[in-house]
T-cell receptor, first 113, second 112 residues
Framework: GAGVSQSPRYKVAKRGQDVALRCDPI?????LFWYQQALGQGPEFLTY????????KSGLPSDRFFAERPEGSVSTLKIQRTQQEDSAVYLC???????????FGPGTRLTVT | QKEVEQDPGPLSVPEGAIVSLNCTYS??????FMWYRQYSRKGPELLMY????GNKEDGRFTAQVDKSSKYISLFIRDSQPSDSATYLC????????????FGQGTELSVKP
């Protein structure tokens, strides 16, 4: 079956631009997570949705980062006024209600120049 | 100090060797333990998932959790060149909604 998909796969932004990253979870998965992965590091938690409710956003690094999942399916991670330190791979994962088994998408590689 | 520590390697072994990958952690609230495999420029792929202590086997892979020592391991038997990847351990605590805390990842290379 279809896995988690993310778009775009690669994004280059000039410093100060806004970007929007999309995640299409596995159909029927109620839990959706965003992680940030720096080069050579493990993923770091950003935020978590259960259906359309954002239950945990403790990992968002600043108020420039915003995530939404308005209909409980597709999610968008938006980064405003991008900075060079935002350069990373942004991973989306989805899971069932228990959420401990998470299935990851291929990621969006963001480069801020 | 990070909550989850993992030796980044790189680890190089000959084909057919038994590989041992390990993580230590400091948070005694962790109850769920996972191993992910990540190929270059791909997303992590769930390999093994264990709740609390004990062993779990799946084909050539065995996961072990020792909560008393706060130590988890992944063993790969009869390693193959296709096993060459970065292996990430991840953990979660009850009541955290599934939020995963990852180790840094160990880069493994299996030489033919």
């Amino acid at each position: 079956g279809a896995g988690v998909s993310q778009s775009p796969r690669y994004k280059v932004a000039k410093r100060g631009q806004d970007v929007a990253l999309r995640c299409d979870p596995i159909s029927g998965h109620v839990s959706l997570f965003w992680y940030q992965q720096a080069l050579g590091q493990g993923p770091e938690f950003l935020t978590y949705f259960q259906n359309e409710a954002q239950l945990d956003k403790s990992g968002l690094p600043s108020d420039r980062f915003f995530a939404e999942r308005p209909e409980g399916s597709v999610s968008t991670l938006k980064i405003q006024r991008t900075q060079q330190e935002d350069s990373a791979v942004y991973l989306c994962a989805s899971g069932d209600l228990r959420a401990y088994e998470q299935y990851f998408g291929p990621g969006t590689r963001l480069t801020v120049t | 100090q990070k909550e989850v520590e993992q030796d980044p390697g790189p680890l190089s072994v000959p084909e057919g060797a038994i590989v041992s990958l390990n993580c230590t952690y400091s948070n005694s609230a962790f109850q769920y333990f996972m191993w992910y495999r990540q190929y270059s420029r791909k997303g992590p792929e769930l390999l093994m998932y264990t709740y609390s202590s004990g062993n779990k086997e799946d084909g050539r892979f065995t996961a072990q959790v020792d909560k008393s020592s706060k130590y988890i391991s992944l063993f790969i038997r009869d390693s193959q060149p296709s096993d060459s990847a970065t292996y990430l351990c991840a953990m979660s605590a009850l009541g955290q909604g599934g939020k995963l805390i990852f180790g840094q990842g160990t880069e493994l290379s299996v030489k033919p």
